[in-house]
């Protein structure tokens, strides 16, 4: 039998997703391609990456480097990258000031990812939620940051992109792994969840901002356990980052180093379940 087919779901988390890396490494490390990606929220955002071509070694290379600290990340966006301000930011009303999500995907993407989402080297899916229809929403092709801008737009932090006049929010609200959408014509598959549990605070209580994206990874996790329990994925891992909120970015490099630690289950997982139909 050939290689086998392998569908890859990359789930949401903020700046847990940074987590996907080490575990896009073990496909690398082993000489396996997915067959397609499905990426929901930041998953949309790594997945977009590394279905375009890019190793997921290139891709965490490029991640420490603009998230080392605050003054970093500043000096490649508005420095390395030319960004103004006034691009990544959008005005909705005289007090509503939100982030511009295409502007920021375009500027924190490296180099050599597509422009569309059809044109990516692995077939790419794009989950996000149709805030008209309030339901699931699957991109397939189309200008690529506009379609993941619409799958991590954070209500009341990042910008709602209008797509042929429908509103577009977070794809974690409707289906934060979206493991469904990598079954059809795959022998395995594969999902990735960082919503994980919550912690305690560092400073003794959250920060607004904690509590705004925390609570929506509670959301998250709950949806995520019953689309588990009702249709489970062939495997299914979560990285050991609880210890980790949602806007732990400059965190990155301790982050990654714990999620490396379920690369070993990852690994065995995956020649299991080769083996199995090979």
């Not at 930041?42 to 279905?51: K, M, R, S």
């Not at 999500?101 to 044109?119: C, K, M, T, Y």
């Not at 929506?216 to 609880?242: C, G, K, S, V, W």
């Amino acid at each position: 039998m050939s290689t086998p087919r392998i569908g890859l779901a990359l789930g949401g988390g903020a700046a847990r997703g940074l987590a996907h890396i080490p575990m896009l490494e073990v496909f690398d490390e082993m000489g396996l391609r997915p067959s397609i990606i499905a990426g929901s929220s930041f998953g949309a955002l790594i997945g977009a990456a590394y279905a375009s071509g890019i190793p997921a070694k290139e891709i965490g290379d490029h991640a420490r480097q603009i998230l080392v600290n605050r003054v970093q990340a500043a000096k490649y966006l508005f420095g390395v990258r030319g960004a103004r301000l006034s691009d990544l930011l959008k005005r909705r009303s005289f007090t509503s000031l939100l982030i511009d999500g295409e502007q920021l995907a375009s500027f924190i993407f490296p180099d050599g990812v597509a422009q569309r989402v059809e044109d990516t080297q692995i077939p790419l899916r794009i989950v996000t939620t149709d805030f008209n229809e309030r339901r699931e929403h699957v991109i397939s092709s189309g200008p690529l940051c506009q379609a993941v801008a619409a799958s991590i737009a954070i209500p009341g932090l990042i910008s709602a992109p209008l797509i042929n006049g429908r509103l577009f929010v977070d794809g974690g609200i409707t289906n934060p792994v979206p493991f469904d959408h990598v079954r059809e014509g795959s022998d395995i598959t594969v999902a990735i969840d960082v919503t994980g549990k919550m912690r305690e605070p560092r400073r003794g209580h959250h920060t607004n901002m904690e509590l705004a994206i925390g609570s929506m990874l509670i959301m998250f996790h709950q949806i995520a356990t019953l689309r588990r329990q009702q249709n489970p994925p062939d495997i299914y891992i979560t990285p050991p980052i609880e210890r980790y909120v949602a806007n732990d970015f400059f965190r990155i490099t301790e982050m990654i180093k714990e999620a490396s630690k379920a690369k070993d289950e990852l690994k065995r997982a995956l020649e299991m379940r080769i083996e199995r139909i090979t």
